[in-house]
């Protein structure tokens, strides 16, 4: 059990290291490169930084312990949140949070943390016609980001002045075969703390969920540390990004990656 927890402790380092040094900057490379918005750059960070919610999802459903994978869902949903708002607070970008222009992410972000509390507390079976009905939400949710988010905002960063898509594509895809590799010790791990250890699986599955959120975290504060450094916090493009990325990463984890792990579980587990 000791060589388990040291594992999860270094799987965590691992992940930390490779998000900020490796996916972010690459993403940073690409978008600079492609002249990306801001709202774009910020999903494709939710997704790249749910990485780790997909490898720990699969694995547990593979090894039978599905359970922690699913409270791994609905904790790291919970717990990007909480990490979002810590951000927002450290660097005093609370007031921005009510701006009409960031409706649609709050209320989906919402969303994203009731709907899988709802399916426990409705001891909802996980089918595969519950897999279909959250890949149909993550598509509401797409069409609804389309929908509300037609028109650029009236406030633009300055214009990209670097970048490379070489670069950025080598940093992303190094950063994101490490997240994948510590992902999928981590649900190694989570199989043997429930089966070998006797841990219940809602406790193996908050657990991590604190970890596979240290990506988002990452992100979080490293968006506004980059708009610190810039000198562009008095912007709201920071906001749009770190709300896209907090926004992408739940819907991604409800929409997507839960519905995969509940096939996977259904036919293979």
């Known amino acids: 059990m000791f060589f388990d927890l040291m594992i999860l402790l270094g799987c965590a380092l691992v992940t930390v290291a ?26 494709i960070i939710g997704y790249a930084t749910s990485t780790p919610e997909l490898v720990v999802l699969v694995a547990s459903a593979f090894a039978g ?8 869902i609905a904790s790291s949903n919970i717990i990007n949140i909480f990490l979002f708002l810590g951000a927002v607070l450290v660097y005093r970008q609370q007031m921005k949070l009510f701006s009409l222009r960031f409706l649609d992410e709050v209320f989906f972000g919402i969303c994203s943390v009731a709907a899988p509390l709802v399916l426990f507390w409705a001891d909802t079976p996980l ?15 797409k069409a609804g ?15 990209p002045v670097r970048g490379s898509v070489t670069l950025g594509i080598l940093y992303l895809v190094l950063g994101l075969a490490l997240i994948i590799v510590a992902g999928r010790y981590l649900g190694d791990s989570a199989g043997t703390l429930v089966k070998e250890a006797g841990t219940p699986p809602w406790l193996v599955g908050w657990v991590l969920g604190l970890i596979t959120s240290i990506p988002e975290m990452a992100s979080f504060f490293e968006i ?8 562009q916090l008095h912007l709201k493009e920071d906001m749009q990004q770190a709300l896209d990325a907090l926004v992408a990463s739940n819907m991604c984890n409800l929409g997507i990656i839960l519905a995969v792990g509940i096939l996977v ?3 293979f587990g």
């Open 265 to 267: 579980y259904t036919f």
């Open 145 to 159: 980001d389309r929908l509300f988010n037609q028109k650029p905002g009236a406030e633009t960063a300055p214009a």
């Open 224 to 231: 506004f540390r980059l708009s610190k450094k810039r000198q």
């Open 65 to 72: 312990v599905f359970k922690a994978g699913f409270w791994n």
């Open 127 to 141: 089918t595969p016609f519950v897999a279909l009905g959250l890949l149909a939400a993550f598509f509401v949710y």
């Open 18 to 43: 490779a998000v900020r040094l490796l996916v972010i900057r690459g993403i940073e490379r690409l978008s600079e490169a492609l002249h990306l918005s801001s709202k774009t750059k910020g999903q």
